[in-house]
């Protein structure tokens, strides 16, 4: 558990919950400060499924975002929204990316965190791992070390096997989560069962497969500088 207050990084909401939703859960029933920082607010979960208009999508997205935030038990006022489109983060090397990265940094600045948590490198989905990479640009802005740890989403869904296979597992972390295991899927209940006019959740319809990750008592995590080693 972080010493201090916990900034979780997220590309889009959704990705605080199920990837770190018990550590968040857990950090606030401590009474440490818990910020996201929300990269995009997940307008295009609905391309190719319906006509939904993605402001739309996404003002519906940021409202579940408060619930969820309420049901794991920290203010709504300590999320910060950062306005990026779905879908196109900038690269490095592409404009923006530094601008972002030094916005990020003022935020993270303000908060002095203890430790930082930013999707897998090895996430799969681009915004994820750009997420990765702009928490690493933030991070080398600051005047302090900051303790950067990955955590899993996607990962268990898009990995392939030959991949695991080769990862530095001794720098896995694993949390269990069983005391907070009900605040979480409250708070993921909160974004599955949100239906837009279609009859889609407004996250998107996601895979069985994906969501029955989610049903383990534990959370993944691995020290970022093992991303290295890979």
């Not at 606030?28 to 990269?39: E, Q, R």
Request: charged content about 20%.
């Amino acid at each position: 558990m972080p010493a201090g207050p916990l900034v979780v990084i997220a590309p889009h909401p959704d990705d605080e919950v199920f990837g770190a939703g018990g550590l968040v859960a857990m950090a606030a029933a401590k009474g440490l400060p818990v910020h996201v920082l929300m990269l995009t607010d997940g307008g295009g979960s609905h391309r190719g499924c319906c006509r939904a208009d993605e402001q739309e999508v996404g003002r519906r997205r940021r409202e579940l975002i408060a619930q969820a935030a309420k049901a794991l038990g920290y203010p709504a006022d300590d999320l910060h929204y950062f306005g990026q489109r779905d879908g196109a983060l900038p690269h490095p090397g592409e404009p923006g990316f530094d601008e972002l990265a030094t916005e990020m940094a003022d935020r993270i600045r303000d908060i002095a965190p203890a430790t930082i948590l930013a999707p897998h490198p090895l996430e799969g989905w681009q915004d994820h791992v750009t997420a990765e990479l702009l928490a690493r640009a933030a991070i080398a802005k600051l005047e302090r070390p900051v303790q950067l740890i990955h955590y899993c989403v996607w990962f268990w869904f898009s990995l392939p096997l030959w991949r695991g296979l080769q990862l530095p597992w001794r720098a896995a972390l694993t949390l269990d989560i069983e005391g907070v295991r009900t605040r979480k899927q409250a708070a993921m209940n909160i974004y599955l069962n949100a239906s837009a006019p279609c009859g889609n959740p407004w996250v998107g319809r996601l895979p069985q497969e994906f969501l029955r990750a989610f049903a383990w008592q534990k959370e993944l995590y691995f020290a970022a500088d093992a991303a290295r080693m890979m």
